[in-house]
């Protein structure tokens, strides 16, 4: 059996490890087998993926040459990832990757103590308790964490400052989400501090994003906070699209919000946190120990406002954003 064959085997979200042929699992014993555990999807995932092999490439790593990649995808039922993660756990992979947020990431921790792990895109990962220390993460998990719930106030205050008349404004949660309590509870400060009021609204389904934007329209909300969410990320362009359809003025936290037809976004790089961890994931496979790479965080955020959807809702950019702006999309 070539690589490739190999390789298409271990990314079916079915395969199991007693269902391997012998040559299949002789080619495993030959390369080392990267757990890719998310709870997002294969389709809307693409680009984080290719940056998420970006990162093995700089370590010296090639999908198919000397590494093979086992995916496991969720596609936003965040109840399937402890099953999905228990699989990698049991193919004996050299290193898990949890990828999509907080959810994925304590799946993975919670299904093994002994091989590594390394998580993309995850907000506060002390307080979600996977690991005691960003400098100091022991055990065997550490990863990238992006920081999002310091953004929740920035966001708050930059949608006030393109909406000026808004004095209610609606905050997305995913209440299956484990961060889903710490991101309304930072929300809820954010509000009282800019002197507004927030409408902390659920949303876990497609119908239930379409229910949170029909509340909306009651509550007279001027304007939408989406934070840094896997389901919410899997599910960007119907966000975008109903905030178009309701006239809504949304900020969101990556910049693919705003090229799919957001408003505005403010946050670190998506991209980027995949790409370096997938050199987190490099360097373990070099020998390097989990407890001993400290939690890496973002190092820039970017403004990216959205001039054509700012027209479209008949709102003008104050020159002060234009020029804070890191990106302006006509």
């Given at each position: 059996?070539n690589?490739?064959?190999v390789?298409?085997?271990?990314g079916?979200?079915?395969?199991?490890?007693?269902?391997?042929?012998?040559?299949?699992?002789?080619?495993?014993?030959?390369m080392?087998?990267i757990g890719f555990v998310s709870?997002r999807?294969?389709?809307?995932?693409?680009g984080?993926v290719?940056?998420f092999?970006?990162?093995?490439?700089?370590g010296g790593?090639?999908e198919g040459?000397?590494?093979?990649?086992a995916f496991?995808?969720?596609?936003g039922?965040?109840?399937?990832?402890?099953a999905?993660?228990?699989?990698?756990v049991?193919?004996?992979v050299?290193?898990?990757f949890?990828?999509g947020?907080?959810?994925?990431a304590l799946?993975?921790?919670?299904?093994?103590r002994?091989?590594p792990?390394v998580?993309?895109a995850?907000?506060d990962p002390v307080?979600?308790?996977l690991?005691?220390?960003?400098?100091?993460p022991?055990?065997?998990?550490t990863?990238?964490?992006?920081?999002?719930?310091?953004?929740?106030?920035?966001?708050a205050?930059?949608?006030?400052e393109l909406v000026?008349t808004?004095?209610v404004i609606a905050y997305?949660?995913?209440p299956s989400s484990?961060?889903?309590?710490l991101?309304a509870?930072e929300?809820v400060?954010a509000a009282s501090?800019?002197?507004?009021?927030?409408?902390v609204?659920n949303?876990?389904?497609?119908r239930?994003l379409?229910d949170?934007?029909?509340a909306?329209?009651?509550l007279g909300?001027g304007?939408?906070?989406v934070p840094?969410?896997p389901?919410f990320?899997s599910q960007?362009d119907?966000?975008v699209?109903l905030?178009?359809?309701h006239?809504?003025?949304?900020?969101a936290t990556f910049?693919?919000?705003a090229?799919?037809?957001?408003?505005?976004t403010?946050g670190?790089s998506?991209p980027d946190?995949y790409r370096?961890?997938?050199?987190?994931?490099?360097?373990?496979l070099?020998g390097e120990?989990?407890?001993?790479?400290?939690?890496?965080?973002p190092?820039?955020?970017?403004?990216?406002?959205n001039?054509?959807?700012?027209?479209a809702l008949g709102?003008?950019v104050?020159?002060?954003l234009l020029?804070?702006?890191?990106?302006?999309?006509e």
């Amino acid at each position: 059996m070539n690589r490739r064959a190999v390789v298409a085997m271990l990314g079916g979200a079915a395969v199991s490890s007693f269902a391997w042929p012998r040559a299949a699992r002789a080619q495993q014993a030959a390369m080392p087998v990267i757990g890719f555990v998310s709870s997002r999807s294969p389709g809307e995932s693409a680009g984080v993926v290719a940056a998420f092999r970006q990162g093995l490439r700089e370590g010296g790593f090639v999908e198919g040459q000397n590494v093979i990649i086992a995916f496991r995808w969720a596609e936003g039922r965040y109840d399937r990832l402890p099953a999905l993660a228990a699989e990698l756990v049991d193919l004996r992979v050299a290193v898990v990757f949890a990828a999509g947020g907080p959810p994925s990431a304590l799946a993975a921790k919670a299904a093994t103590r002994t091989i590594p792990v390394v998580f993309s895109a995850v907000n506060d990962p002390v307080r979600l308790g996977l690991v005691p220390s960003l400098s100091r993460p022991g055990g065997n998990v550490t990863g990238m964490s992006i920081l999002t719930l310091e953004m929740v106030a920035k966001s708050a205050q930059l949608l006030k400052e393109l909406v000026p008349t808004a004095t209610v404004i609606a905050y997305l949660v995913n209440p299956s989400s484990p961060a889903a309590d710490l991101y309304a509870g930072e929300a809820v400060t954010a509000a009282s501090a800019l002197g507004i009021t927030i409408h902390v609204l659920n949303a876990d389904t497609e119908r239930g994003l379409d229910d949170a934007f029909a509340a909306m329209q009651k509550l007279g909300a001027g304007g939408l906070v989406v934070p840094a969410e896997p389901f919410f990320d899997s599910q960007r362009d119907r966000i975008v699209a109903l905030a178009a359809q309701h006239a809504v003025p949304m900020i969101a936290t990556f910049r693919e919000y705003a090229v799919a037809g957001a408003l505005m976004t403010y946050g670190a790089s998506l991209p980027d946190s995949y790409r370096r961890a997938g050199v987190y994931v490099g360097r373990i496979l070099r020998g390097e120990k989990p407890q001993d790479l400290p939690v890496m965080q973002p190092t820039k955020y970017d403004l990216v406002v959205n001039l054509k959807t700012a027209r479209a809702l008949g709102l003008a950019v104050p020159d002060r954003l234009l020029a804070l702006a890191d990106e302006v999309l006509e």
